[in-house]
């Protein structure tokens, strides 16, 4: 029977040897959570080599994503709430009959800002065309404040596109998200955004086909600026 040799001493790695392998594979796979991990499942991005390489935008939208689908679960546990009802005892029989009066309703119909809004409307107007190779992103946002309105319509030619429509404010929170609407393999939209607050408010489109496709943004309404920010 054959019994291989043990390694001599010297034929083992040094102690330095193997902490200088440790302290780069540690180096190799902080760097990848750094510019690859981070940004593509969280949108967090310090080095900007995430978005160079269109990961960014990814994790973007799963924690946009993931942050609606939590505030339409917490939507839901509030409609299952029952609202207490005012119990009225009943008059004795000795007692002379009283009239009770129903109580007001509580419900407000929620506030509609598209009258008032539709007059401002009329203010500037903008063309924007992007032009989307596959697999490519882009963000037009307009600043705007809060209850402004502006009427839109954007058409895909090429082919249809994903879009999220949402709205950033000033010094926004980590992970927040805001949606107007959002779809898949899209030709176009078109409609009415009223901000709900001050800040930037816009469309994100991704072409998902394999073809380039170019997108033409019509904008007319109140708003200060319009700028491609991806």
């Known amino acids: 029977m054959y019994n291989t040799d043990l390694p001599k ?15 780069l594979a540690a180096l190799i796979a902080g760097s990848l959570l750094v510019t690859t991990v981070l940004p593509a499942e969280y949108g967090i991005d310090p080095t900007g080599i995430g978005r160079a390489l269109g990961l960014t935008p990814m994790g973007e939208i799963k ?19 029952v609202e207490p009802v005012a119990v009225v005892p009943a008059a004795s029989a000795e ?10 309703s509580t419900m407000v119909a929620a506030p ?10 009329a203010g500037r107007q903008d063309t924007m065309t992007v032009t989307l ?58 409609g009415e955004l009223v901000a709900a607050f001050d800040g930037k408010h816009g469309w994100f489109w991704r072409n998902r086909t394999g073809s380039e ?18």
């Open 133 to 190: 190779k596959p697999g490519q992103g882009a963000e037009v946002k307009l600043t705007m404040n809060k209850d402004s309105l502006v009427r839109y319509q954007w058409t895909s030619a090429g082919g249809g596109v994903n879009f999220d429509t949402h709205g950033d404010p000033f010094d926004a929170p980590k992970n927040f998200y805001h949606g107007y609407g959002k779809g898949r393999n899209q030709p176009g939209d078109k």
């Open 112 to 121: 509609t800002h598209a009258p008032i809004a539709s007059e401002r409307a």
């Open 95 to 104: 007692a002379p009959s009283l009239t009770v009066p129903a109580p007001a």
């Open 63 to 81: 924690m946009s994503l993931a942050a609606e689908a939590r505030a339409e679960e917490q939507a839901a546990i509030r409609t299952t709430q």
């Open 213 to 230: 496709v170019t997108v033409t943004l019509k904008t007319e309404g109140d708003y200060a600026k319009i700028e491609r920010v991806l």
């Open 9 to 23: 001493r010297a034929d083992l790695p040094s102690t330095a040897r193997l902490l200088r392998s440790t302290a």
